[in-house]
């Protein structure tokens, strides 16, 4: 090997940059040359590459979003694009790739590298810490603290006012930002889509909790099994029209801002042992990091099998919610 392409995909996680930065200086610390590939699997396509040194990751460790951009493309699910892409890269001289991302990044990289010769090794880039063979993912800290500082305000709210309120929070296929979050900010009831919500027993525990608490946080995955925030709020509201009840969507907030210190490591030890995998005639395979030790999974397995709920999770909801 002797240029490696980095680049990220999907949507955009804080610490991503921190992973770029560590990419970069490791593959330089190996005498590699290293580009950015600008807007994923779009920029592949597009050519749209630039050479990078010690000086163009200076500075963006503290930084949200990805200095390289990010884009989702239709164009790398034909085999037409994914050729495109192939000769780009070689006319750029890149010999090796890591890519950044989530699943749907990965599932791209699995297909490319069966079709290409192009070793490909992935670094988990998510919010939603939804991936096989990882303890957590890059981003997932920080969306988590971010959440948190949420819902404490929003808290405060619910107190003075005696409201109950409905915190819609991120997950595409997953409970695990709700779950977690749900837990550090004392939430009543937390829907997520890893398990069966039953609205009656739910209204049950809420209307019990209220004789020693007047504020209520149910905390709702936004692929919650029971519906959106407002079809949950429409469900409660039903049985308990005396509630005071407030939706809160929290959004793209959670994607953005400074990453945590521990997104920032976590992407940092992942950088380094992304290019010294390559080095090492690895392929195919996401860098993970599970209980605090470097692990390898192939794509197939890190996209196919989402990370499982612990049921210890939720055995502390029930105990500690009441
Ligand atoms: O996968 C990360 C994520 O933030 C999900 O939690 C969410 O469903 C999705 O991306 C939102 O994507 P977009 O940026 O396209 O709104």
Known sequence: IKKIGVFTSGGDAPGMNAAIRAVVRTALYHNLEVAGIRRGYEGMIAGDFMEMDRKSVANIIQRGGTMLKTARSDQ?????????AYDKLKAEGIDALVAIGGDGTFTGARVFGA?????IVGMPGTIDNDLQGTDFTIGYDTAINTVIDAVDKIRDTAESHDRLFIVEVMGRDSGLIALRTGIAAGAEAIIIPETKTDIEALC????HS????????????????????????????????HYDTRISILGHIQRGGRPSCMDRVLASRMGVAAVEALLNNHRDEMIGIIHNEIAYTQFDHAIKHHQEINPNFLKIVEILSL
Do not use: N
């Open 115 to 119: 079709e290409y010769d192009m070793p």
């Open 76 to 84: 790398f699910r034909t085999p037409e694009g994914r050729k495109v």
């Open 210 to 241: 209220r004789r020693d608490k007047s504020s209520k946080i149910v905390m709702v995955a936004e692929s919650g099994e029971a519906g959106s925030a407002f079809e949950v709020g429409r469900q409660i509201k039903e049985r308990f029209p």
């Open 204 to 207: 049950a525990r809420l209307e």
